[in-house]
């Protein structure tokens, strides 16, 4: 831990650990790596010891790893555990040890051992309600999921804990809230932990036994591992106020239009491989200014600022009503912002869109980008940056034209007819 120093081991634990008798589970710390020094005051957890190969495999936070035995040392955690279960002896303790033991308490205790406890339970637990330290239970309350982050990612943020893998324990929180606030997210995770106490029909449960399909190839990509503190942190801003959807539930609450809950993700790969073929229309929802700095080639920029100041039409313009609803209308329409948390403003986008082609637009037409923008840089998506962008001015200017209210429903009409094929 980065807050408490490792005894040596004793010449029994010595013998134990070159034998291979350390048990699973055993917590451990790294030392003394020559080559790997990265590795070198990381915690983990024993998995197994491999006699063929001599060495232990050992799980850390975000990967496993193979070392000999002699790169180990007892966590102090676990040598307080080995202690415990000692028995009940009967300790005597000497006029100087009593003295010590009173200046113990005595003092302010060490905040960084408080910090470390916090991400050891983070490291140890096995899934993201345990992260949280929820009951695996079913919620659809945000709230109750935003307590619980706030409470453990303070405890854990690089800037307060100085612990070498507080980096990595800060991101595994945030996956924890991404995660669980997708309820079909929570859903699943339910299903494959073997929550008894949830029913899932069976079409549910159907979809959970099979792979993710070949629309979301990137089901599993997490972005918040290959981001920086900072960016996570950001997407914790907007996914943790959700002020943006929140704002569009209540403003839409009418009842037409598809149901955002049925909007599916798009992985990065098949989203690649649409662009290419120029079989999609991609809508950028992000600010004007971010947008200015990298999007993606030919796509449209409908900021939700601009939707909140002009209105859904008017933000869209007559142009792209026209592609979505006549010369482009057998081509899914891809919808991204930054990082596009579950509750993130492109969900708040796809909101309005459905409202406002509440007869020509169904829910299946929609497309959310997994991993945003950021992973589409991530996994080498061709950006085009604007060459200059003034800040003190909107962009773009001026406004479009004011369309009537009715103007998506006309322009449908005045489509050609059949069904949109939905290219999958």
């Known amino acids: 831990g980065g807050g408490s120093k490792e005894e040596p081991l004793s010449e029994e634990e010595r013998r134990d650990r070159d034998a291979g008798k350390w048990a699973r589970g055993t917590i451990v710390v790294i030392q003394g790596m020559s080559q790997a020094r990265e590795l070198n005051g990381r915690s983990g957890a024993v998995v197994l010891f491999d006699s063929a190969m001599g060495r232990y495999e050992v799980r850390l936070a975000d990967r496993a790893v193979r070392l000999k035995p002699e790169a180990l040392q007892l966590h102090p955690k676990q040598r307080k555990k080995n202690k415990a279960g000692k028995g009940d002896e009967v300790v005597f303790l000497t006029e100087d040890q009593k003295l010590a033991r009173e200046g113990m308490y005595a003092v302010r205790m060490d905040p960084q051992f408080w910090y470390d406890q916090a991400l050891e339970r983070v490291f140890e637990a096995t899934n993201e309600f345990e992260v949280l330290g929820l009951e ?16 453990i990612s303070l405890a854990v943020h690089p800037d307060k804990n100085k612990h070498p893998q507080a980096d990595a324990a800060f991101r595994k929180v945030y996956g924890a809230f991404e995660t669980l606030s997708d309820l079909q997210q929570q859903k699943r995770l339910l299903w494959e932990i073997g929550n008894k106490d949830f029913s899932f029909s069976a079409s549910e449960e159907a979809a959970y036994a099979q792979q993710p399909t070949e629309d ?71 600010s004007d200014h971010i947008f200015a700095s990298g999007s993606i080639p ?72 997994r991993g945003g923008i950021f992973g589409w840089k991530h996994k080498g998506g061709p950006v085009t940056q604007m060459l200059a962008y003034h800040g003190d001015e909107p962009y773009p200017a001026p406004p479009p034209p004011p369309l009537d209210a009715a103007a998506l429903e006309k322009a449908a009409l005045e489509s050609k007819e059949g069904e949109a094929e939905i290219v999958d």
């Open 136 to 151: 695996a239970t079913f919620t659809e309350e945000l709230g109750v999921i935003k307590k619980a982050y706030r409470k």
């Open 216 to 286: 979301d190839d990137d089901y599993f990509f997490q972005w918040w591992w290959e981001a920086t503190v900072d960016q996570v942190e950001k997407a914790a801003e907007e996914a943790e106020g959700a002020q943006i959807d929140h704002f569009a539930e209540m403003f839409i609450s009418d009842g037409l239009g598809g149901d955002v809950n049925e909007v599916r993700w798009i992985g990065l790969s098949k989203a690649r491989d649409l662009f290419e073929k120029e079989r999609a229309i991609f809508i950028d929802c992000r």
């Open 298 to 369: 030919g796509a449209r920029n409908v900021s939700m600022e601009r939707v909140g100041n002009w209105g859904i039409v008017d933000a869209l313009g007559r142009e792209l009503i026209h592609e979505m609803l006549s010369t482009r209308r057998h081509q899914l329409i891809i919808v991204t912002s930054q990082v596009a948390t579950p509750y993130s403003r492109c969900r708040a986008f796809c909101r309005y869109l459905l409202r406002a082609g509440h007869t020509t637009l169904p829910a299946a037409r929609f497309r959310r980008l």
